[in-house]
């Protein structure tokens, strides 16, 4: 006969010990809410495979750089500021991978408030959750480019629900849209398509601006990525005449705090 209940205490030991052993060997340990890590990287899957990862200070920092290069991506999961990578992390995952695993974890807990440890040691992570312990092999990448250094003319503080209503206007219409900033005004998007047009403004706080307008012409595709940012979350634009368009946004998910910036290369008509 099989004693059902001293089963399930050995193996909850044997898991126990294993995580307790990794733990104490590790470069880096992460607990988080199912629920945060679930919601991180579903913003990073939309737009990337795979990202460059450290795991510090129990905080988990991604990487990640679109094929075509065009988009950029740095999100932290645990507090802290946003650290640059470049120099330190040449470790890379398939966010397939964590967002398979966060989400089983929803599926075991419907509200997901079951806590997930990830451990890293060397290649490998080992993430440890309520319906069992799995070890994921990372690979070695190139190390993540350096963020650049930008020195934007127009920084707004602008409202998400405008926003994200502004960018879905101008996706129905057509996909470049332009981004005009000016002082005192609200920030403008816009697409002029073969047949229709539209125009949205977005309400919001300027943090720096010009008497000038401040135009620049960005493709409304890499841009889905933020219809993804809860809703909740504050959101800052920042870009200048044809530069990148650099959108910062932070929140708390499950008491877990969680921040990103996006940056987006300019679509620039060879003539201008």
Do not use: W
């Not at 312990?133 to 690979?139: D, K």
């Not at 998007?189 to 000038?212: E, F, I, R, W, Y």
């Amino acid at each position: 006969n099989i004693n059902v209940e001293d089963l399930v205490k050995r193996l909850t030991a044997q898991t126990d010990e294993i995580e307790r052993k990794a733990q104490d060997a590790a470069e880096g340990v992460l607990t988080v809410s199912g629920k945060a890590l679930y919601q991180a990287v579903h913003l990073a899957d939309i737009q990337f495979d795979d990202v460059n990862y450290t795991i510090k200070n129990n905080a988990l920092q991604m990487q990640a750089v679109d094929p075509s290069h065009t988009s950029m991506l740095q999100l932290r999961v645990g507090d802290g500021d946003i650290e640059d990578i470049h120099s330190t992390s040449d470790s890379m995952m398939g966010v397939r991978k964590l967002k398979d695993i966060s989400k089983e974890s929803k599926k075991h807990n419907k509200k997901h408030t079951d806590m997930i440890t990830i451990t890293e040691n060397e290649e490998k992570l080992m993430i440890a959750t309520p319906f069992g312990v799995r070890t994921v092999t990372s690979f070695k990448g190139q190390k993540p480019p350096k963020l650049p250094e930008l020195e934007p003319k127009f920084v707004y503080e602008a409202d998400y629900t405008d926003l994200s209503s502004a960018l879905k206007a101008c996706n129905m219409v057509g996909d470049l849209f332009t981004m005009k900033g000016i002082e005192d005004k609200e920030l403008e998007l816009s697409v002029q398509g073969s047949t229709d047009s539209v125009k949205a403004t977005v309400g919001g706080t300027h943090l720096k601006s010009s008497p000038n307008p401040i135009i620049s012409h960005y493709s409304g595709h890499y841009m889905k990525l933020f219809q993804r940012i809860p809703k909740d979350f504050s959101v800052k634009v920042s870009f200048s005449d044809n530069y990148p368009l650099t959108v910062e946004f932070e929140g708390v998910i499950a008491d877990t705090p969680v921040k990103g910036v996006f940056l987006l290369a300019p679509r620039v008509d060879p003539g201008e």
